[in-house]
């Protein structure tokens, strides 16, 4: 569930994304994601034009209300905190509020990216997320490691 079809997300200043936005805005949710992160999204976004493909930023940095509340949304939709664990961290735990994580789109461009990422140091996380990419400086040597069945296989979403 990428986090820009939350109904009610918090302002600009707390992560939210407006459609369209590529990895070279100039708003908190770009600006606010780890330097090794940006420049390797920002590499491959260069590389994906190149061929015709766009990648938009659906999610990145996230303030921890605007975590919060994307969780607490969640939790409305999916009926229980373990189910709204599978698609939304829960606050304090999400590689986004440390601004280490992106949520890419369309899916042509996240389909891109799974393809072509790891020669940047961008991978796929999660099986459940196609959008959910994390940089992994090991990835252009030794590809990218296995996926986690989505996020709660992953300990460090553990509380």
Known sequence: MPARRSARANGLADGQVPDGTTVFADIP???????KLLASLR????????????LELNSG????????RLFKEAVA????????????ARPGTSVHEAGKAVDI???????WLAEHGASFGLCQVYDNEPWHFERRGSAAVDGCP??????????????
């Not at 590389?47 to 493909?53: M, N």
Request: hydrophobic content about 35%; proline content about 5%; glycine content about 6%.
């Open 29 to 35: 949710a770009v600006v606010n994601l780890n330097a």
């Open 105 to 111: 789109g369309p899916s042509s461009a996240a389909a």
């Open 43 to 54: 590499r491959a976004a260069t590389d994906a034009a190149d061929v015709g493909v766009e």
């Open 146 to 159: 296995t996926t986690y069945a989505d996020p709660t296989d992953d300990p460090r979403m553990q509380q």
């Open 77 to 88: 939709t999916y009926g229980s905190d373990a189910d709204a664990a599978r698609w939304v």
């Open 61 to 68: 940095w996230r303030s921890s209300g605007y975590q919060e």
